[in-house]
């Protein structure tokens, strides 16, 4: 009698979302079941896994659970940073009744979700060698700064998670230099997350405006009381109307080209480099522009080096979700 195959549970707690689904162990990876959770609304990440497989019925149980969270995992504990959740890993297998769970950061789970992706899911921004096999690393600017790396062993990648968007912000000309100077009466410590994420472009743009580097458009200070001031300052930067925004993501770009360049020499990223997150999809006629390759490149006399790396934008916003099914999976193997 042939064995069913196996039953996983999945989950992402990026951003103000919770998504769950369960995935089938077959060829194809099999989604069976999926729901969203706006996460404040919910006490605890099992209170919403509970309330998913309330009405679920299963053909066999769930072997296996990975969840991705924003935050580090310390000694078994991870704190959720956009919720404040304390989550006890050791307590997960009982209190959602599936035997082996594991916790992971999120940006780990996206780094486990690249091996999911289509080449559909993917925008080149260089070639490089067009060779996968080597380290790798995916860095998502969104809320936040997410970085990790994946250790290439001659067959596969394992990812590896870090809390690189928090090591200092390292200007690469005077401009740089005067937003760290900037910063620094209001923060003191000044990481790359101050910089290259959704807060960055913000912080950019008060820099820009308020030491005299543009004139702030009327309608562009009106729309930032009310709405994401990111998103507001893309939008009139896409569309021509505020010479101030186009400074704004311009300066934006060039530092996360350069951020970019420097995890990749760190984790010696040949089989490629991934841009994560919410922000780069939403930027990438942008990106495509050659002041992000430009920056990326600036590395002197590794600059051949970084020429062969692949770099590729993320387009799937549900990268972190499959890659908590990635893990999940390689749980059964032991």
């Known amino acids: ?38 996460s404040s609304d919910h006490s605890s990440l099992e209170e919403m896994v509970g309330l998913f ?7 066999t149980p769930l072997r296996t659970a990975c969840f991705g969270v924003p935050g ?3 000694a078994g504990v991870v704190t959720a940073s956009n919720l404040g959740w304390k989550i006890e890993i050791n307590a997960l297998p009982k ?25 559909t899911d993917l ?16 860095i998502a600017p969104g809320t936040g700064l997410g970085e990790a790396g994946l250790f290439w062993d001659g067959i596969r990648h394992t990812p590896w998670a870090s809390e690189g968007g928090h090591a200092d912000f390292a200007p690469t000309d005077e401009l740089q230099h005067d937003l760290l100077k900037f910063l620094r009466q209001e923060y003191g410590s000044v990481s790359f997350e ?54 704004t993501m311009d300066l934006f770009v060039r530092t996360l080209g350069s951020e970019a360049s420097n995890l990749a020499l760190k984790t010696m990223a040949t089989g490629g480099v991934f841009l994560g997150g919410g922000i780069p999809p939403k930027i990438l006629p942008l990106l495509r522009r050659p002041l992000f390759l430009e920056s990326f490149l600036s590395k002197g006399r ?33």
């Not at 064995?3 to 951003?15: Q, V």
């Not at 562009?220 to 021509?240: F, N, T, Y």
């Not at 020429?307 to 999976?329: F, R, W």
């Open 95 to 119: 209190l959602i009744s599936v035997p082996r769970v594991e916790v992971l950061n999120d940006l780990e789970s996206t780094a486990y979700g690249l091996a999911a992706l289509r080449q």
């Open 194 to 247: 101050r910089v290259v994420s959704g807060m960055g472009i913000a912080n950019i743009y008060r820099f820009l405006r308020d030491t005299g580097r543009g004139v702030e458009n009327p309608i562009v200070a009106r729309d930032i009381m009310d709405q994401d001031a990111a998103a507001v300052i893309d939008k009139h930067a896409a569309d021509g109307s505020c010479p101030l925004c186009i400074s």
């Open 53 to 59: 497989l309330k009405d679920i019925t299963l053909e």
């Open 302 to 334: 590794l600059r051949p080096l970084l020429e062969t790396m692949p770099i590729n934008v993320v387009l799937n916003d549900e990268t972190a979700l499959l890659g908590s099914a990635k893990k999940a999976l390689r749980m059964l193997e032991r």
């Open 1 to 38: 009698m042939t064995e069913s195959p196996a039953l996983i549970l999945a989950g992402d707690l990026g951003g103000t979302n919770f998504r769950v689904a369960i995935f089938r162990d077959d060829a194809k990876m099999t989604r069976l079941h999926f729901s969203k959770f706006h």
């Open 72 to 74: 580090p995992n310390i």
């Open 123 to 138: 925008a080149p921004l260089q070639a490089g060698s067009g060779s996968q096999a080597g380290n790798q690393c995916v």
